[in-house]
């Protein structure tokens, strides 16, 4: 049992991230309709949303935490 609280700890930052995650899609979709799906701003919060996801993967990636080489 001694696995349960890094368990509950892992749903929290996973739901943490899931949130940010979300918050940024929404930003993308409005910015989308506001200023068109080519534009700067679009663009930026795209690159934004990319960039958030792959942190969160790279941070914490099931493989990454038992030490597997890519």
């Known amino acids: 049992m001694s696995g349960y ?31 068109g799906t080519f534009s700067k701003q679009t663009l930026k919060v795209s690159q934004e949303l990319d960039q958030l996801i792959i942190e969160i993967q790279e941070k914490y ?8 080489a890519f």
């Open 61 to 68: 990636s099931p493989l990454r935490e038992r030490g597997a």
């Open 5 to 35: 609280p890094e368990i509950c700890a892992s749903q929290e930052i996973s739901g943490i991230y899931s949130e940010k995650i979300e918050e940024k899609r929404q930003k993308l979709l409005d910015t989308a309709k506001e200023y």
